[in-house]
């Protein structure tokens, strides 16, 4: 049987920074920031955020579950377009208010609504005369 | 001279997403979440905030500036520690409400307040008998 996993409040800086216990900091909406990067080759695929019940079933069934701002729902990855995250690995940052996801995707491989493997199909290109930032195509 | 860069706001879905203007999308406190990685491994360093000012700063002057949200105070990442993030590119993402820096770091090559190469130095290791999630080193 799987035990339930419990999500610590944190507690001193000291244990939040340089204990072994998770510990999340969640935001005042309740969420933490994940970043997802494609496990192989740590290409940053999307950044997303979780709830207390979205990282519980990430750490219970090995998949990558967020909660969608936009929708206001629990959110299984990959549900409907078998992009499927696998997590092969969870790390934690120093003050324990950011995820990062290292993940196997399922499916065609593909992450992004739009279509695109990624999130980050487009870089600073320069700015225009006018002040304009342009972007190009990664 | 240099132009300064002028940060539109954003307009519909199909230009956010497909347009080849940068339009940040600045939350209620007035920050964009920004995953700062390694240029040439793509390893994650850090994730951080920009208000509109840290991001003109950086793109004017090429090096990463963030909006402190402990200290209040826009913040020249590597001022005191030499650890000066120089980029090599900016990525926004498909909502552009998150920007990705590819960055060279200058001085010995740290990122982490903790004194650590990067921010992401514990993984999740498992869940103990009683739920809590045990971390172990990177």
């Known amino acids: ?37 494609e496990a192989e080759t740590n290409t940053v695929l999307m950044v997303a955020h979780m709830n207390t019940e979205a990282l519980a079933k990430t750490l219970e069934t090995g998949r990558a579950w967020y909660w969608s701002r936009s929708r206001k729902a629990l959110w299984l ?5 078998g992009q499927v995250q696998t997590v092969k690995e969870i790390r ?27 999130c980050f199909y487009r870089r600073v290109d320069g700015v225009s005369d006018d002040g304009t930032v342009r972007l190009s195509w990664v």
């Not at 035990?3 to 920074?17: A, F, R, T």
């Not at 990855?77 to 377009?81: A, F, I």
Request: net charge negative.
């Open 92 to 118: 934690v940052d120093c003050d324990q208010d950011c995820l990062l996801l290292r993940v196997e995707i399922g499916g065609d491989g593909g992450c992004c609504h739009t279509g695109r493997p990624q």
């Open 77 to 81: 990855k990959g549900e409907t377009s």
């Open 1 to 37: 049987m799987t035990i339930s996993p419990k999500l610590s409040p944190p507690g001193q800086q000291q244990d939040v920074e340089n204990g072994l216990v998770l510990t999340p900091k969640f935001d005042a909406s309740g969420l933490i920031t994940v970043v997802t990067v």
